[in-house]
C-alpha cells in the first residue's frame, strides 16, 4: 500500500511564473490537506478537501492561490505568478474517510523555490 | 519545550539516556493530540497519538503524557539512540489541525 505521494520533489520556478504541485493520496483515502512549512517553522495549515469540495481553506491566501481535488486524479496545488516568498516546502497529507479528527499522514514534500 | 519563531529549540540527549519533550497546545477544546517526527529533507511521520479521555499511552520506546489541566503534552523517548535525532512537533487538533514549531532533538555518542 503506497504511501502519500508527492511530486515534483523539487520545483524550480522564476518570479511570475505558475508552480503547480501534486498530492495522491493514500488509498482508500478521502479526505486531502496541504501544508506549508517554512526552515525551522512548524506546519501552517493551508486548505482541506474531499473529493470534489474544498471544505476549509481559511489558511490560504486570497490571491495567487488555489487547490483542487477532482473525483480523478491528483489533488493539486496552484500558485499563480510565484513570488519569492512563495520558496517554502509544501506537504500534503490524507486521512481516511470519517472524522476529520484522525490521523494524517503525510507526503515527502515539494520543495520550492523561486528565484 | 516548543516556541513560535524562527529559531527551533534544541534537546541534546545523549545516546542511551532518555530523552523528553514537552509542548504546550493552545486550545482546551482539542481532543485529539499526535507527535511526529521529521527528518530533514522529509515529511512528517506519525510517532504515536492520544484522544483526551486518556492520560497515558505507550508505543514501542515512546510515551505520551496530556494534562489538560494545564494544556501540555510530553513525549518521552527511552534509550535514546543516533536515528531518533530528527524535529519533534505536537499537533493538536478539535476538528482542525495545528501544529507546534517544533523541537530539534541531537543525540551524542
Known amino acids: 500500500n503506497a504511501g502519500v505521494m508527492q511530486n515534483p520533489r523539487h520545483l524550480v520556478r522564476r518570479r511570475g511564473q505558475e508552480a503547480r504541485l501534486r498530492c495522491s493520496p493514500m488509498?482508500?483515502?478521502?479526505?486531502v490537506y496541504w501544508y506549508r512549512q517554512l526552515p525551522e517553522e512548524g506546519l501552517k495549515f493551508m486548505v482541506y478537501l474531499q473529493k470534489e469540495n474544498i471544505i476549509d481553506e481559511s489558511g490560504m491566501p486570497k490571491e495567487r492561490f488555489s487547490a483542487e481535488f477532482p473525483k480523478e486524479g491528483p489533488s493539486i496545488l496552484r500558485i499563480q505568478q510565484v513570488v519569492r516568498g512563495d520558496s517554502a516546502a509544501y506537504f500534503c497529507a490524507s486521512s481516511p474517510p470519517g472524522q476529520r479528527n484522525n490521523e494524517q499522514f503525510f507526503g515527502p514534500g515539494t520543495r520550492l523555490t523561486v528565484l | 519545550g516548543e516556541s513560535v519563531g524562527l529559531h527551533l529549540p534544541t534537546l541534546s540527549v545523549q545516546e542511551g539516556d532518555n530523552s523528553i519533550i514537552n509542548c504546550a497546545y493552545s486550545n482546551s477544546a482539542s481532543d485529539y493530540f499526535i507527535w511526529y517526527k521529521q527528518e530533514s529533507g522529509k515529511g512528517p511521520q506519525f510517532i504515536i497519538d492520544i484522544r483526551s479521555n486518556m492520560d497515558k499511552r505507550q508505543g514501542q520506546r515512546v510515551t505520551v503524557l496530556l494534562n489538560k489541566t494545564v494544556k501540555h503534552l510530553s513525549l518521552q523517548i527511552a534509550a535514546t539512540q543516533p536515528g531518533d535525532s530528527a524535529v519533534y512537533f505536537c499537533a493538536e487538533s478539535w476538528g482542525k489541525f495545528q501544529f507546534g514549531a517544533g523541537t530539534q532533538v541531537v543525540v551524542t555518542p
Open positions: 488509498k482508500g483515502h478521502s479526505h
